[in-house]
């Protein structure tokens, strides 16, 4: 019988990868969104409509909650999310008249 192979004891060396994140990019993309919400309302509010969907992409570090209180921040309320407007990556907007 042929016994169970040696145990050989070997250095494993993993690469690591540092990871940096650029902030000032995260906040344009932030700006960015914000802008399109903002365009999008106006176009809907012109069109007689009194709530749009906007979605959200994934992976760029937006915080959706912020976004949501931003966009009622500059819009003097105008434009408002409440509190469950956000699902399944979309937020639902509400134009108020």
């Known amino acids: ?26 906040e344009i993309n932030f700006k960015t969104h914000l802008n399109n919400i903002i365009t999008m309302a106006k176009q809907e509010a012109e069109y007689g409509c009194h709530h749009f969907y906007y979605h959200v992409p994934k992976n760029q570090g937006i915080d959706v909650w912020k976004l949501i209180n931003t966009v009622e921040q500059e819009t003097e309320n ?13 937020i639902r907007f509400t134009i108020r008249d």
């Open 78 to 90: 105008t434009v408002y999310g409440g509190h469950k407007c956000y699902k399944g990556g979309e």
């Open 1 to 26: 019988m042929i016994g169970a192979p040696p145990f050989f004891k070997t250095n494993i060396k993993l690469n690591t990868m540092k990871i940096t994140i650029n902030k000032n990019q995260e």
